[in-house]
T-cell receptor, first 115, second 113 residues
Framework: EPEVTQTPSHQVTQMGQEVILRCVPISNHLYFYWYRQILGQKVEFLVSFYNNEISEKSEIFDDQFSVERPDGSNFTLKIRSTKLEDSAMYFC?????????????FGPGTRLTVL | DAKTTQPPSMDCAEGRAANLPCNHSTISGNEYVYWYRQIHSQGPQYIIHGLKNNETNEMASLIITEDRKSSTLILPHATLRDTAVYYCIVRGHYGGSQGNLIFGKGTKLSVKP
């Protein structure tokens, strides 16, 4: 069964550094999402992406964040200058175009630790 | 999207049915009920969804009341691997390019031997 993959599984960085989190969505999917989950808290939506542009973003997704689909398979989340409060699990999700009830499938997540 | 209310935690004995309730009294006619679960900080896993009819798949059954104001997710024979946080999410059809899911706190199900 196809699945969403994410790399790395764990990223440790120093405050102020840039990080890029990578996702490979399911191959015939066209809608892509990033969510995050701070330890012990709810899963929060960050951004959705379709047709090479952001279609929706939350208040969390400020100018420090950006997303890109640099080639036909990868979907990346970049945090320009990390802060301590960016420490969280980051989940990528994808869904195929088509049925209005199509399901989002999530990757295993990247644990980001900002020191 | 309508708000949902779930109990914070539930216990279930291994091998028994786990019945997880969800209230969504403000659900509107075109909104679906989705269930996801999250096993120990892994990515959320889709379980099942429905509009008004009861639904069953290989993982679970979803029972939606006739007035659609509440639903119950049933895991017919819970195993220790079903220990997870279960999220009930109500949302409309995607339409266009939108589609973010809004997660609440969910129900932490503990399956005990």
């Amino acid at each position: 069964e196809p699945e969403v993959t994410q790399t790395p599984s764990h990223q440790v960085t120093q405050m102020g550094q840039e990080v890029i989190l990578r996702c490979v969505p399911i191959s015939n999917h066209l809608y892509f999402y990033w969510y995050r989950q701070i330890l012990g808290q709810k899963v929060e939506f960050l951004v959705s992406f379709y047709n090479n542009e952001i279609s929706e973003k939350s208040e969390i997704f400020d100018d420090q964040f950006s997303v890109e689909r640099p080639d036909g398979s990868n979907f990346t989340l970049k945090i320009r200058s990390t802060k301590l409060e960016d420490s969280a699990m980051y989940f990528c999700a994808s869904r195929r175009q088509g049925a209005s009830t199509d399901t989002q499938y999530f990757g295993p997540g990247t644990r980001l630790t900002v020191l | 999207d309508a708000k949902t209310t779930q109990p914070p935690s539930m216990d279930c004995a291994e091998g028994r049915a786990a019945n997880l309730p969800c209230n969504h009294s403000t659900i509107s006619g075109n909104e679906y009920v989705y269930w996801y679960r999250q096993i120990h900080s892994q990515g959320p896993q889709y379980i099942i969804h429905g509009l008004k009819n009861n639904e069953t798949n290989e993982m679970a059954s979803l029972i939606i009341t006739e007035d659609r104001k509440s639903s119950t997710l049933i895991l017919p024979h819970a195993t220790l691997r079903d220990t997870a946080v279960y999220y009930c999410i109500v949302r409309g059809h995607y339409g266009g390019s939108q589609g973010n899911l809004i997660f609440g706190k969910g129900t932490k199900l503990s399956v005990k031997p």
